[in-house]
Each structure stands twice: as structure tokens, then as C-alpha cells.
């Protein structure tokens, strides 16, 4: 999992701008959205990881005719930090 702290530092760059652009609000929050939670299943820890979310669609054959939308959604977990370019896996937990 993320073994930088970009996420944490982006995040808190990310707040302190928002912070200074609307001075007068309060209670103030930043998520980076693009990355999720994971636990290791070996290890137990739990980690979060950068991840790229996809839809793909293309028109599907039927066998009586005509054709049907079909859609699929899916997810690739980043092997590097996209802010820093350090691998996001750790030694032996590959
Ligand atoms: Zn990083």
C-alpha cells in the first residue's frame, strides 16, 4: 500500500487552499477521492492505494436479433504514486 505520505500532504495542501478561498466557512474537509481503502489479507494492515476507475460499453450481439448496451465498470490500483513516482508496494507484501 501507499508507502509515501503524498496523500496526506496533498490532502492537507488541497485544505489550505480551499481554507483560503472561503475564509468565512468553517468545518472545512478535503477527500481525495481517487484513492480507497485496502486490507493486506496477509498481514491484516489496512492501507489506502491510488486507484483508476473505468467503464467500458460496446453494443452486444443478442441471438434474436438486434443488440444490447453492455456495460462494465472496473478498477486499477496504481503500482506507483502519481504525485512522487514511489512504488506503492512494499518489500515482501508485493
Ligand atoms: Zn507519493
Redesign the pocket.
Known sequence: MAT?N?QTEVTEKLLENFKDKFPEAFLHKVNLTSYSLFINGTTGQCGSAYVVYYEAEAEYPLKKGGLKRKKLKGSIVANY?P??G?STKEKGNG
Open positions: 509515501c503524498c504514486c504525485f512522487c514511489i
